[in-house]
């Protein structure tokens, strides 16, 4: 296949153009680089069947030729209001890719006849009041709230792409995808576990915001893509869960990522400035990916730590 992959230089968007290269398809990526980065497509450069082009995808999208495939990450990601890469600090951004982006996006499987993969999160969720989430739960989101920008601009990602679906037609697949991890993610992300891994490699104590009790379930980079791989080539049209069911507290992955780099100052423990729509628990029900694309996480927390520290390690 021809495949057109937008935010194809962030973390997740990378190391999927390195697998479906690998599996014989070309791939041909659009990336404004506002929160993607260049260096994570630099061993592609040169490399038969890659293109690169900076663009902003909330502009009409043309691509030469025939595309097989459009596959939609493009999106500001992490929620830190800290980070000069999260969606609170790109709001109108994070609404224009997912928007506008999307429509755009669609519009080229539509011209194209491509089968069409959005990638949307486990955001659309909000604050779940069920647990584990399945995708047949509907959410509990603030729509004006702080994170607003990125959920809502998500959920109406899904609905435009199953408007496009029952509408036109398209070959649309939806992709809910939990926290992922691995290398290549920016170390000044301003999530967990780049926070961890930079402030344990410099000697430092990890901060924890209250008493670390939050949980999250991470995925490691590479179950991820094997996940959307599956679910490009297959007939699946209604939403699905990516993401790995083992819960772990904020806490527990401090310590961890402390005793995996042998870092001996401890935990630093702040007082939470909660956003009262961010989530205290997350793990995905991933019963319909199993079932559907046989696809479940094969890689260890502690093994894909190790290979993101070291990552880490390499890029100081």
Known sequence: MHVLVTGGAGFIGSHLCDRLLAEGHSVVVLDNLVTGNSANLAHLAGREGFSFVRYDVSNFIFVAGKVDAVIHLASPASPNPASPYGYPQLPIQTLKAGALGTHNALGVARAQGARFLLA???????????????EAYWGHVDPIGPRSVYDEAKRFAEAISMAYHRTHGIDTRIARIFNTYGPRMRRDDGRAVPNFITQALAGEPLTVFGDGQQTRSFCYISDLVEGLYRLLLSDVHEPVNLGNPSEITILELAQLTNRLTGNAAGVRSVPELRDASDPQRRQPDIE???RLLGWRPAIPLDTGMRATIEDFKARR
């Open 120 to 134: 949307s999160t486990s955001e659309i969720y909000g604050d779940p009041e069920t647990h584990p989430q399945t």
């Open 288 to 290: 319909r990916a199993l």
